[in-house]
């Protein structure tokens, strides 16, 4: 069982600086361009990003829970 929490722990950190990656690229993308990118067309990803993050953020949690739940177990028996 603890593999399986070091996996979803794993999973959800990927998860983070994936949606994080897509999404400061989404938000500087207008800038960058000088406005060659619309904002209205950079928010295909920036929700997409700002969903993934979170979601991530969750499953990391969730990981780092049973982990944690899983040591203070193991060190009680």
Do not use: H, N, Y
Not at 37 to 46: F, K, R, S, V, Y
Not at 57 to 69: E, P
């Amino acid at each position: 069982m603890a593999k399986v929490a070091l996996v979803v722990l794993v999973v959800g950190v990927v998860g983070i600086l994936l949606g994080g990656g897509i999404l400061l690229v989404s938000v500087l993308l207008p800038v960058i361009t000088d406005g060659r990118t619309g904002w209205d067309e950079a928010m295909l990803g920036i929700i997409p990003g700002a969903v993934l993050l979170s979601l991530s953020f969750f499953v990391a949690l969730a990981g780092l829970i049973v982990m944690i739940l899983k040591r203070r177990k193991r060190a009680q028996a």
